[in-house]
């Protein structure tokens, strides 16, 4: 045992390894030869308490036996000073005391020793003490194995469940946006744009990765839409824009009453991505931060690559104009804020397209 990692070293308990301090050379020994009669144990000795703390940083004992009469410092002190080091805190200690000390066994007790032995030492005794300690210390560390391969696991299915969902989402998103785009790209530039800004507001990691699953599925509403006026080829008439503009209420009705955080913002992007800073979008004319902060920052995604793209009524614009348009729009369409965090992160981006 020769590490501080209580993972790495559970395995190879077969050889635990015992610490022993006291400044009587002779005390030592005796301890050190009861103890040798079993091969299975690494035994160390120290005349000197604060060598023995500095050792203890670099091995991982499984077990301290610590006399309490010592000049340089007590025995509770030492337990006390140990107590410090993390991988200690479930680690056997064990004072040694003469019998008029018995006095000292409270405060040794409050500062954690977790046993006590007699001067005399009884070899049998000792021996059958380290015995019971060590297979506690080992049922202890093959526990907090256990239990950390446990979280890996619920850590991993969860990643595994959030891959899913994303993957769902990600195909639903490709299904509707089909009807009026070639391909899928459109949805992913989105999300990964919708994730840049996110990152450059600073918020949470847990927030930048819903914003980035639940923005591709911000038109759904769009099914809602009859192919005459989604693939119409030119300029819609002004009841034909009437309808076109239902895809947001449509998309929220469509995402609403959801319980996860997931669906919530998913239904706040699909309901408010048209909303304008200066109260000018639809459908509710919403302004600046009536606005959810997610829709905010998927509108820039959304209208910055419909601009980079072709559609059935519109040409491609180049990357630059496109840019341009979204600084402009600062504070009249866009939040200055999100238009900040979307320039911040041009590199990324441009390496998209
Ligand atoms: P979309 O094609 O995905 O466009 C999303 C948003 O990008 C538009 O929201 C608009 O803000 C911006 N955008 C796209 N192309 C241009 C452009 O050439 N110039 C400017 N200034 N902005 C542009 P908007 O306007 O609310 O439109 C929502 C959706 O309505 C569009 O989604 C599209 O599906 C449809 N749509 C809008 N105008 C037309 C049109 O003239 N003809 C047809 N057939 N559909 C239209
Ligand atoms: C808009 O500029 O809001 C409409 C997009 C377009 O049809 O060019
Ligand atoms: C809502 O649907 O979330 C309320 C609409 C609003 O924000 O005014
Ligand atoms: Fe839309």
Redesign the pocket.
Known sequence: MASNEFNVTIDEFDRASICIIDDNKINLDIIRAILSADKAYIIDCFLDPIEALNACKETQYDIIIVDYQMPKMTGIDFIEDIKVYESYKLVPKIMVTADKERNVRISAIQAGATEFLNKPIDPIEIQIRIKNLLELREAQLKLSKRAVFLSKQVDDANRRLLAAQEEMIFRLANAIEMRDNDTGEHIARVASISRFIAEGLNLSEQVCQIIQIAAPIHDMGKIGIPDAILKKPS??TKDEWSVMKEHTRIGGRLLSHGDSDLLKVARDIAMYHHEKWDGNGYNLGLAGEEIPLSARIVAIADVFD?LCSQ?P??KAWPLNKAYSEIEKQSGIHFDPKCVEAFKKSWDRIVKIY
């Open positions: 300029s819609l419909a559609r009524y519109k």
